[in-house]
T-cell receptor, first 114, second 113 residues
Framework: NAGVTQTPKFQVLKTGQSMTLQCAQD?????MSWYRQDPGMGLRLIHYSVGAGITDQGEVPNGYNVSRSTTEDFPLRLLSAAPSQTSVYFCASSYAGQGVYEQYFGPGTRLTVT | AQSVTQPDIHITVSEGASLELRCNYS??????LFWYVQSPGQGLQLLLK??????LVQGIKGFEAEFKRSQSSFNLRKPSVHWSDAAEYFC???????????FGTGTRLTVIP
């Protein structure tokens, strides 16, 4: 049981380049989300999904796209990277429903945009 | 709207001393509260959570937290800090039926020998 995995661990992009951050979980969790972590700002929600085929925007969605074609995978796409997107990105997953469930976090991807 | 305030950006304590990290939340209904810890270069690990019931909750690594509705607080405590507790600590609030969590800005803990 690997939990939540993220690839790559580190990435450097030039302004304007595109890339996809990968996230996968093997816990059969319905809910998955992406956060970015910036110094002094904690974690902010980018996008989330409550199941395959369902996604929604979080607090800071601009510049990012997501899709959820399977329960296991929730990739985050940067269409045209900007220096403001330099950050550490965390993927998380949990059960969904009327309860409140613990979120499990991946190890993070450190992205630098030059 | 939900929000979380962690008023202390950085705290330094001596090894063996007690610790209290503050967390205040803003939420109209019954909040669901979490404390996570992040070691350098690592992801976030859940320390403890409060959903309902006993307002004093025990977590891993000897941590505990107390929910005080009247003060809108959920402070994290440990009676004796170990050098391995040096990390960043995040308080978060959520609600039933909505999986999204709102995080505070974090408190960085330094432990000196």
């Amino acid at each position: 049981n690997a939990g939540v995995t993220q690839t790559p661990k580190f990435q450097v992009l030039k302004t304007g380049q595109s890339m996809t951050l990968q996230c996968a979980q093997d816990m059969n969790h319905e809910y998955m989300s992406w956060y970015r972590q910036d110094p002094g700002m904690g974690l902010r929600l980018i996008h989330y999904s409550v199941g395959a085929g369902i996604t929604d925007q979080g607090e800071v969605p601009n510049g990012y796209n997501v899709s959820r074609s399977t329960t296991e995978d929730f990739p985050l796409r940067l269409l045209s990277a900007a220096p403001s997107q330099t950050s550490v990105y965390f993927c998380a997953s949990s059960y969904a429903g009327q309860g409140v469930y613990e979120q499990y976090f991946g190890p993070g991807t450190r992205l630098t945009v030059t | 709207a939900q929000s979380v305030t962690q008023p202390d950006i950085h705290i330094t304590v001596s090894e063996g001393a007690s610790l209290e990290l503050r967390c205040n939340y803003s939420y109209g209904a019954t909040p669901y509260l979490f404390w996570y810890v992040q070691s350098p270069g690592q992801g976030l690990q859940l320390l403890l959570k409060y959903f309902s019931g006993d307002t004093l909750v025990q977590g891993i690594k000897g941590f505990e937290a107390e929910f005080k509705r009247s003060q809108s607080s959920f402070n994290l405590r440990k009676p004796s800090v170990h050098w391995s507790d040096a990390a960043e600590y995040f308080c978060a609030v959520g609600r039933a039926g909505a999986n999204n969590l709102f995080f505070g800005t974090g408190t960085r803990l330094t432990v000196i020998p």
